[in-house]
């Protein structure tokens, strides 16, 4: 007993001394229960049928145009943090990231700094070419899930999106939904989570209503009988940010 004890500790003990220089998150329970992200030449994460291990996958070019683009917005976030918003407005943000509670990608309650929350919310903002947002939301927490529905085009260049439910009410200003696609696979295989492009948004209006259905153009080729998966992050009217909804459809082609 004492023998297997001593081996838990000294593999607990080297996973945290190697995730403290890597991007992996571990919870500890009586030895290690799960682990995220990377530690040296191995990706840990989880799918529907339990823990998963695979070869960490070196980009081709690490410095992508998106990689590229995501730095330069936080770049741009930070400095306005400092230099654009009031004090005040910093102190709203601090209040309302306190306010709120927070998971990782564990589940596990952490808390985060109002600049973190601040460049949450305006990192999406800035992808869809919103203007920047500098006041803090005014009621705490996240914006509210939302459902999807869709399904391929016959062209299999685009998604054809039904009305969102959930959350969603379509004629109010200021409801976005910002939609991302993962590389379509066969049936019963999973979508690699960090391979999800931008594709694009639903905006509500009360002016004008979106009508639908309404075709989004598709960031991967598709073929008929693939499963495609798309994360959808909801900003509500309080603009506050939901956390990453996921959808699976069958992409056989709409008719």
Excluded at 173 to 197: C, Q, R, W, Y
Aim: aromatic share 8%; glycine share 10%; charged share 20%.
């Amino acid at each position: 007993m004492f023998a297997t004890l001593a081996v838990t500790a000294v593999v607990v003990g080297v996973l945290i001394a190697v995730c403290m220089k890597s991007d992996a998150i571990v919870r500890l329970g009586g030895g290690v229960t799960d682990i995220r992200g990377s530690i040296g030449g191995t990706t840990f994460s989880r799918g529907k049928g339990g823990n998963i291990a695979r070869a960490r996958m070196k980009p081709v070019n690490p410095k992508s145009y998106l990689q590229n683009t995501r730095r330069a917005i936080v770049a741009y976030l930070m400095k306005a943090w400092s230099g654009t918003l009031t004090e005040q407005e910093r102190t709203d943000w601090r209040a309302y990231a306190t306010g709120t509670s927070w998971t990782n990608r564990l589940g596990q309650s952490i808390e985060i700094n109002g600049n973190a929350a601040f460049v949450r919310l305006n990192s999406l903002l800035l992808q869809i070419a919103e203007p920047l947002r500098t006041p803090a939301p005014t009621a705490m927490g996240h914006a509210g899930g939302v459902t999807i529905a869709f399904d391929a085009e016959t062209d299999l260049t685009s998604i054809e999106f039904e009305e969102p439910g959930g959350a969603w009410v379509n004629d109010v200003d200021e409801n976005l939904l910002i939609i991302s696609m993962g590389i379509p696979v066969e049936a019963g295989h999973i979508s690699m989570t960090k391979a999800f492009k931008y594709i694009g948004f639903i905006e509500g209006e009360a002016a004008a209503e979106p009508t639908y259905p309404l075709d989004i153009a598709a960031a991967y080729t598709m073929t008929a009988g693939q499963m495609i998966t798309c994360r959808a992050m909801f900003i509500d009217p309080e603009m506050r940010v939901s956390g990453p909804f996921y959808f699976t459809e069958a992409g056989a082609p709409s008719v």
